[in-house]
């Protein structure tokens, strides 16, 4: 199984961007699909998250800024990041949490995309 994000780059403050992540391999289903960013030295921090029934929840700090939405056919993860801030400027990291079957077991693992980076300038 593979996480493939797309669509960091560079956005003055103030414009958006939308960053897509998706899932492919031998996949029997995924629950919670999430992004997270993390900035130099710092711990990774969660952004946004969806769960398999469109339940959302955000970061205090993108709260009305930025949307996570879901495309089930697909395997893929959204994120659209409007009025964008310096603040936000950071490695952009999806992950996901997908159910793995085999003949004899129905198991769930984590699994991360590679990051990619989201710069605002001022």
């Known amino acids: 199984v593979q996480l493939q994000a797309s669509g960091g780059g560079l956005v003055q403050a103030g414009g958006s961007l939308r960053l897509s992540c998706a899932a492919s391999g031998s996949i029997f289903s995924i629950d919670a699909m999430y992004w997270y960013r993390q900035y130099p030295g710092k711990q990774r921090e969660l952004v946004a998250k969806?769960?398999?029934?469109?339940?959302?929840t955000y970061a205090d700090s993108v709260k009305g800024r930025f949307t996570i939405s879901r495309d089930n056919p697909k395997n893929t993860v959204n994120l659209q990041m409007n009025s964008l801030k310096p603040d936000d400027t950071a490695v952009y990291l999806c992950?996901?949490?997908?159910?793995?079957?085999?003949?004899?077991?129905?198991?769930?693992?984590?699994?991360w995309g590679q990051g990619t980076l989201v710069t605002v300038s001022s």
């Open positions: 969806i769960t398999n029934d469109n339940s959302t």
């Open positions: 992950n996901a949490h997908i159910k793995i079957k085999s003949s004899d077991w129905l198991r769930t693992f984590s699994y």
